[in-house]
């Protein structure tokens, strides 16, 4: 399961524009998409671009982790938690905000010279 | 390309390296899919009949969530897009390559009948300047010979096409280098 939904992060980070095609699922929230992972269990992360207005065309935020079941999210409630974790995200994003280490350059991060 | 460090401790744990892995291959066969009919200019519903399948199958096939797909189908899709299935096994290193070069050019691929057209134009004297030979005399002597996008300085600068090769080529010191 988390070797799916890293694959998908992954390539969601460096896939040009518009590829994968139907990576992200359309959620009943416009600002919230959804990652499907489909392993023994359905897995559902949501997510938003952005969402600071600034960065929205670079950075993803991960809001919530939810499971489908019966074509319905585990907790019920799931889409709502997340469009709170979004605002909350965007009143100070500089909080939340994890930046990813340089993939492209393995050794300097080994040897925590990266400055992330 | 070396295995990022942080994706290299992960990958040590075998079920999380072959679901990271098995995750890109269906991504990948659903992005090329679609790349490729682009490329081709073909709405889903042009390639499913050229493929004996209905419009719906396409869009399945095209969707990075589908990972039930047959060798038997993507032979068809390959042979409606005339290009060639490939299945190999590969190492983990150049799957995380792959993973890191998800762009239309890197997956886009000419039709055969494309190949072939280039080739022949190149193969063609008609169709090249009259100053371009056969690189034979060339690869005999220095041992190398140009490649695509190679260029030769000394006697032009222009872009050197594969298999042709500057006059005087067959002269123990070619007054040219072949630059990368």
């Not at chain 1, 929230?29 to 992360?45: F, M, V, Y």
């Not at chain 1, 979004?86 to 990266?114: C, F, H, I, M, W």
Request: charged letters at 30%; glycine letters at 4%; proline letters at 7%.
């Amino acid at each position: 399961m988390k070797g799916r939904a890293r694959a998908k992060i992954d390539v969601l980070l460096t896939a040009e524009d518009g590829l994968p095609p139907k990576m992200l699922t359309d959620t009943k929230l416009p600002q919230i998409k959804e990652l499907r992972i489909n392993s023994k269990e359905a897995l559902r992360i949501l997510l938003c671009k952005g969402p600071d207005p600034k960065t929205k065309n670079d950075e993803i935020t991960l809001l919530f982790c939810a499971a489908e079941r019966d074509k319905k999210y585990v907790p019920r409630d799931a889409l709502e938690r997340a469009e709170e974790n979004r605002k909350l995200v965007l009143q100070n994003p500089e909080l939340y905000r994890t930046p990813r280490k340089k993939d492209a350059d393995p050794e300097k991060s080994e040897n925590g010279s990266s400055g992330q | 390309m070396p295995i990022p460090k942080n994706l290299r401790m992960d990958l040590a744990d075998s079920e999380f390296a072959h679901a990271y892995v098995d995750e890109f291959l269906s991504l990948s066969i659903a992005t090329q899919l679609k790349v490729l009919r682009e490329q081709r200019k073909l709405t889903q519903e042009e390639l499913a009949h050229l493929a004996g399948m209905k419009q719906e199958r396409i869009s399945v096939l095209e969707n990075v969530n589908y990972s039930s797909w047959s060798i038997n189908t993507l032979r068809k899709l390959a042979k409606s897009l005339d290009v060639v299935l490939k299945v190999s096994f590969e190492t983990f290193s150049s799957r995380v390559t792959e993973m890191k070069n998800v762009t239309r050019e890197s997956l886009e691929r000419p039709s055969r009948e494309e190949e072939l057209e280039l080739d022949a134009k190149l193969e063609s004297p008609n169709l090249l300047p009259s100053y371009y030979e056969p690189t034979t005399a060339y690869t005999q002597t220095v041992g190398k010979t140009a490649t695509a996008g190679q260029t030769i300085v000394g006697i032009a600068s222009r872009p050197v096409l594969p298999g042709v090769m500057s006059p005087n080529a067959s002269s123990n010191q070619p007054p040219y280098s072949i630059v990368a």
